[in-house]
């Protein structure tokens, strides 16, 4: 995965893949998990706003009606807790000290 | 309430060093007073991302002739307001080259950047910063009184009489202390953007602009049905360009912030700004959106709150300012508190200068003045209706249908009004509501 992804010329869209995209960030990932998502509120959620909303795509709902969170890419915006109906669905915090999201030309 | 500084291990503890907290340690500082700033990114700004502009004006008073050190891209001397159609666009375009010369007005730099070098001065001033270190809770005694902050280090506690919390838009310390009850996701935007690189003299010339000077565009339609608005920043051989989204509507949209963005780039109006330039990086920031309506209290025992922690940013149409907000607020919570310790009451009542220097300054009376503004901005007719019905009266003044005669433009009016689907009284409404608003 390159760390820049060029644009084409002439609608040569749709863009960069999301993994190029992601990959232009930096995250420093720590071992332990900074958000926790509680697959059980989730089976029943048909709204499903985190999936939509989150800017690293970090929510992929499963086949069975789940959701399945990774919280390495996190930028640690809020967005996923700000726009979730379920009370309890997800625990967030920031990560340890150092770790998780870094910019440098923001 | 009595303090005993001898159990503390500063006077004052700042939490977060983005421009809030860089500000008020200086100030407390340079008061005389002991402060610990602690920063959670691996160094002050690594966890801060916005548009791109800021406006120092407020550092007159902190950082003397902060523009011979400050880490800009460019200074900017070019606003443009863009209206969007499907496949038109407004341009009101406004050029001051004094802007790009002593004292200046805004600039374009990258926050990692920025927030370093004011982090440094308030380093030079005498702070302790403490990077790399998460800030877990407040510390209370049997009484409830604040006593300082637990962190995620080993042996982490730090103790002090007054806690600062400029810990940005999500503030779990004003949560926690009960100063911010309500976390409604419709006061809130999401700001996802490209750092998108191109080579200098590209810019000057896509752009209009020389040496290290620089335009600001505010876009105003453009963001695939989802209320908010876009953006694009020159910075010296980059552009930041990106998208504000609210955040019901984006996640009722079923349209991801990166596809809104792509969007926005293929605009027949934005892409031969942008073509050829490689993302450098992708970042996403939440934004406190509706001012006033939503800000905390600010004072308790022992805590005050600034910066986005406080919801200062203002997000009102053709102004989009943040940092100056949190610079002043930092600041002011910063003198507040020296004032409290100086006088050994740091009681919301002791404390309580900080809300009289924030109501006597630009950053309530600005909030205060533009009250509605947020709303109106975001609301669904502004968002939705009229740029088209803008862009569409424009477009038939200028259209030449000959062999018609020029309609009159009472009429365009009148006949795009309608095909926008705008009734009289909400225009007229709207109308009032802005001209009050920006009075």
């Known amino acids: 995965m390159s760390s820049t992804a060029r644009i084409e010329r002439d609608n040569a869209w749709p863009e960069i893949s999301f993994e190029e995209r992601i990959g232009t960030a930096e995250f420093r990932i720590h071992e332990k998990a900074h958000i926790t998502v509680n697959g059980d509120s989730c089976r029943g959620c048909t709204t499903r706003e985190c999936v939509v909303a989150c800017p690293a795509n970090l929510f992929v709902p499963t086949s069975d009606g789940g959701i399945l969170f990774n919280y390495e890419n996190c930028f640690e915006c809020g967005t996923c807790y700000l726009v979730c109906n379920k009370e309890g669905a997800i625990s967030w915090t920031y990560p340890e000290g150092g770790y998780g999201i870094v910019f440098h030309r923001t | ?70 880490p800009v891209q460019r200074w900017v001397v070019k606003r443009s307001t863009m209206l969007l159609s499907d496949s038109g666009a407004l341009n009101i375009d406004f050029r001051a080259n004094s802007w790009g010369a002593p004292p200046y007005n805004g600039a374009t730099a990258y926050r990692p950047d920025f927030d370093n070098w004011l982090a440094n001065h308030a380093v ?12 877990t809770g407040l510390l209370r005694d049997s009484n409830g009184r604040i006593q300082g902050v637990s962190t995620d280090r080993p042996d982490g506690d730090l103790h002090a009489p007054i806690v600062i919390a400029c810990d940005g838009v999500n503030s779990f310390l004003a949560k926690q202390s009960g100063l911010y009850p309500h976390t409604d996701a419709s006061n809130f935007t999401l700001g996802v953007k490209e750092t998108l690189a191109l080579p200098k003299h590209v810019i000057d010339e896509r752009f209009g602009v020389r040496d290290n000077l620089g335009v600001d565009i505010e876009i105003l339609g453009g963001t695939s049905g989802v209320n908010g608005g876009g953006f694009i920043y020159t910075n010296l051989d980059t552009i930041a360009l990106g998208v504000v989204l609210k955040l019901p509507k984006l996640a009722a949209q079923q349209k991801r912030p990166e596809q809104i963005i792509a969007e926005l780039k293929r605009h027949p109006a934005i892409a031969p700004l942008i073509e050829g330039a490689e993302v450098k990086e992708y970042s996403a920031h939440v934004i406190p959106e509706a001012g006033l ?59 309580s200068g900080y809300t009289d220097r924030l109501e006597k300054s630009f950053v309530l009376r600005d909030h205060r003045k533009l009250r509605k503004v947020p709303h109106l901005v975001l609301s669904d007719r502004v968002q939705h209706k009229y740029p088209a019905f803008v862009a569409g009266v424009v477009e038939r003044v200028f259209r030449v249908d000959n062999p018609h005669p020029k309609p009159g433009v009472r009429r365009i009016v009148r006949e795009e009004r309608k095909k926008a689907g ?13 001209m009050r608003g920006f009075g």
């Open chain 2, 293 to 351: 309506d939503m800000m905390p209290t600010m004072v308790a025992d022992g805590m005050l709150v600034a910066g986005d922690a406080a919801a200062m940013c203002l997000a009102a149409g053709i102004w989009l300012e943040g940092v100056n907000f949190a610079m002043a607020s930092g600041m002011y919570a910063g003198q507040a508190a020296a004032e409290a310790i100086a006088k050994n009451d740091v009681s919301s009542r002791g404390l």
């Open chain 2, 124 to 135: 030079e001033a005498g702070a302790r910063l403490v990077c790399s270190t998460t800030v």
């Open chain 2, 422 to 434: 705008i009734g009289l009284l909400d225009l007229l409404r709207d109308g009032w509501t802005g």
């Open chain 2, 1 to 70: 309430m009595m303090t005993s500084p001898t159990q503390h291990d500063a006077d004052i503890i700042v939490v977060g060093a983005g421009p809030a907290g860089s500000c008020a340690a200086i100030a407390a500082a340079r008061a005389g007073k002991s402060v610990i700033l602690i920063e959670r990114g691996p160094f002050p700004g690594s966890k801060n991302m916005y548009g791109g502009v800021v406006y120092p004006r407020i550092l007159d008073e902190l950082v003397p002739s902060w523009w011979e050190t400050m």
